[in-house]
């Protein structure tokens, strides 16, 4: 669970425009990097969430001594602790509770996917009025995706397309921009890696227009820190399936 008092670095009186959600977990090697380049962002008024999952090295510490010395106008920070370590899909219902924004994106704390793109899928939502965007890789440039993994995805991608008739390159894109009433409406219960397969599955059967816009993907290795596994890939065919033919909504 949360801190009950996250801290709020600076106020703005507007609504912002988008949340920008960051789930960590064990990241001190790269949540600095990160976190300035989301703060940097040339958007006119948005808010950054960063919910650390209990880590275990200095992720804590280093987003702490950040958040002490920053300060932009059209940028507020929240910072948020889970008293013990619950997942990511957890570290998301965390923020997406404080979410003030109009859209919700998720930005993973390590390297692999470039903040620079997020803008073109606000830009997108915004101008051709999508409530939601996905940045896909496969439409892309693709970076450091070992071959098993890359035809891992391509195959999910293939048999959520035919099970739900739906033209989806990448449905495990860390990048997913909704409308957040929207996302609060789904009331996602998955606390693990499946949060991307039941989100995605809830909003084709709800027949919500998925729009999909090209971004840059740089991946990771196990010795980096990279923490999804063979498990996880089958714990996915198992929920595509389930939310398919399953009764959730």
Same mark, same amino acid.
């Given at each position: 669970?949360?801190?009950?008092?996250?801290?709020?670095?600076?106020?703005?009186?507007?609504?912002?425009?988008?949340?920008?959600?960051?789930?960590?977990?064990?990241?001190?090697?790269?949540?600095?990097?990160?976190?300035?380049?989301?703060?940097?962002?040339?958007?006119?008024?948005?808010?950054?969430?960063?919910?650390?999952?209990?880590?275990?090295?200095?992720?804590?510490?280093?987003?702490?001594?950040?958040?002490?010395?920053?300060?932009?106008?059209?940028?507020?920070?929240?910072?948020?602790?889970?008293?013990?370590?619950?997942?990511?899909?957890?570290?998301?219902?965390?923020?997406?509770?404080?979410?003030?924004?109009?859209?919700?994106?998720?930005?993973?704390?390590?390297?692999?996917?470039?903040?620079?793109?997020?803008?073109?899928?606000?830009?997108?939502?915004?101008?051709?009025?999508?409530?939601?965007?996905?940045?896909?890789?496969? &439409?892309?440039?693709?970076?450091?995706?070992?071959?098993?993994?890359? *035809? +891992?995805?391509? =195959?999910?991608?293939? !048999? /959520? #397309?035919?099970?739900?008739?739906?033209?989806?390159?990448?449905?495990?894109?860390?990048?997913?921009?909704?409308?957040?009433?929207? &996302?609060?409406?789904?009331?996602?219960?998955?606390?693990?890696?499946? *949060? +991307?397969?039941? =989100?995605?599955?809830? !909003? /084709? #059967?709800r027949s919500v227009?998925?729009?999909e816009v090209p971004?840059?993907?740089?991946?990771?290795?196990?010795?980096?820190?990279?923490?999804?596994?063979?498990?996880?890939?089958?714990?996915?065919?198992?929920?595509?399936?389930?939310?398919?033919?399953?009764?959730?909504?």
């Amino acid at each position: 669970m949360p801190n009950k008092n996250p801290r709020n670095n600076t106020e703005h009186s507007s609504k912002p425009l988008l949340s920008i959600l960051v789930p960590v977990y064990n990241e001190e090697a790269t949540i600095k990097e990160i976190i300035e380049k989301i703060t940097s962002l040339p958007i006119k008024n948005y808010e950054v969430l960063i919910v650390d999952d209990k880590s275990k090295d200095k992720s804590k510490e280093i987003i702490e001594k950040f958040s002490q010395k920053f300060n932009k106008p059209n940028v507020k920070l929240k910072i948020l602790t889970h008293d013990k370590n619950s997942g990511k899909g957890a570290g998301i219902k965390s923020g997406l509770e404080l979410a003030k924004g109009e859209y919700f994106i998720i930005q993973d704390a390590d390297l692999e996917y470039d903040p620079a793109d997020i803008p073109d899928l606000l830009k997108s939502a915004i101008e051709d009025d999508h409530t939601v965007v996905y940045g896909s890789r496969f &439409m892309g440039k693709i970076q450091g995706m070992p071959l098993a993994n890359n *035809y +891992a995805n391509r =195959l999910y991608n293939f !048999l /959520l #397309r035919r099970l739900y008739n739906t033209s989806i390159t990448d449905m495990h894109t860390c990048y997913k921009l909704v409308n957040t009433k929207l &996302m609060l409406d789904l009331e996602m219960s998955s606390e693990g890696f499946d *949060y +991307a397969t039941e =989100l995605i599955s809830k !909003l /084709l #059967r709800r027949s919500v227009a998925i729009h999909e816009v090209p971004i840059n993907y740089n991946g990771r290795s196990k010795k980096e820190g990279k923490k999804i596994g063979v498990k996880d890939g089958i714990d996915c065919a198992y929920m595509i399936l389930k939310y398919r033919f399953g009764k959730s909504t």
